[in-house]
């Protein structure tokens, strides 16, 4: 007589492998230990991207490159740093860099690009609380959305993210602080 | 430092709670193909300008040879006329080139651990 025993096992999930091993692999030739740093960062220099540069194309422009760069520079990363404030640190520098051309192209100090995807209907449509922060984070100064977007989107720290802007830690936390209070005024929280 | 959680009002609340946007559906494929799956160079930067360098310069030199009449003779007369004032043709130099030389070729084939690499770099 057999014996049936249906056991529900926990599922197995694969060990975590820190970014640190992830980047030794990588250098040693492993492809897909660099697809796994690129997966675990993607969203969020992409994220980052997007609100200093308010536009989806460009966006996604500065976050290959970021990614090329750092692909590049691998050599030169430093056992022990992090590479989430490395990634962020180029990106940033890259997002700056085409701030900056856009400025020289215009001749002038342009307003923030528009979003070309935030049309009449788009802007219509954010009357729920998501799209009404996003909406006021966008309307922010460049130097405050980063910031915002450094500390509350990506769980950033204020020294990584004033490692990543090149900003004194008190500056940042006052472009933090006045951030919170545009936002406050926007959505009258 | 963390994110103070005393102080947390709707405002931190709500920005804890925005999610972050996806990014286009292609772009981690865009990234892979220009990094790790990007086909490596036939040359290498430095191959390719070392080369070229070589180039230019035998092509310099035939053109000396072929348009200055007795071009050759006089390049030949002042490379004997430079070993002469290095000392080249001393057998004490030529000795203390093949020690150096050797020396270097000795010094390249040396490996160091990991370990002490690791330590070197991080220094």
């Known amino acids: ?40 960062y993607e969203r969020a220099v992409y994220n980052l991207a997007l609100r200093t540069l308010h536009d989806r ?13 750092a692909y590049r520079a691998l050599n030169s990363f430093r056992p022990g740093a992090k590479f989430s404030t490395w990634i962020f640190t180029i990106c940033y520098r890259g997002c700056c860099d085409r701030l900056a051309k856009r400025k020289r192209l215009s001749g002038d100090e342009l307003p923030d690009r528009a979003d070309p995807s935030a049309g009449p209907e788009a802007l219509a449509e954010r009357n729920d609380e998501a799209r009404r922060l996003r909406a006021a984070i ?12 450094l500390y509350h989107l990506q769980g950033k720290q ?32 | 430092m963390n994110h103070d959680h005393d102080d947390l009002d709707d405002l931190d609340r709500m920005l804890a709670a925005l999610p972050l946007e996806e990014p286009p559906a292609g772009l981690h494929a865009r990234i892979m193909a220009a990094t790790t799956l990007r086909p490596e160079p ?43 004032h290095s000392g080249l043709d001393s057998e004490y130099t030529l000795l203390w080139l093949a020690i150096g ?23």
């Open chain 1, 158 to 189: 204020y020294e990584e993210i004033a490692s990543v802007l090149n900003l004194p830690l008190g500056t940042v936390k006052t472009h933090l602080f006045r951030a919170k209070e545009q936002l406050r005024k926007a959505l009258s929280v």
């Open chain 1, 57 to 69: 194309t460009e966006a996604e422009d500065a976050t290959q490159e970021a990614f090329l760069k």
């Open chain 2, 42 to 84: 036939a040359f290498r930067g430095w191959e390719v300008w070392l080369v070229g360098v070589l180039f230019a310069v035998a092509a310099w030199l035939t053109w000396i040879v072929a348009t200055i009449p007795r071009a050759s003779e006089r390049i030949v007369d002042t490379l004997l006329r430079a070993i002469d």
């Open chain 1, 1 to 40: 007589m057999g014996l049936a025993l249906a056991v529900e096992l926990p599922p197995v999930e694969a060990p975590v492998v820190d970014d640190q091993a992830l980047i030794i692999a990588t250098l040693a030739g492993q492809t897909d230990a660099f697809g796994e740093l690129v997966r675990r």
């Open chain 1, 138 to 149: 966008d309307a922010l100064p460049e130097k405050y959305r980063t910031v915002v977007t």
């Open chain 2, 101 to 123: 030389a050797s020396a270097a070729w000795w010094i390249s084939q040396l490996s160091v651990p990991a370990s002490l690499r690791e330590r070197l770099r991080i220094r």
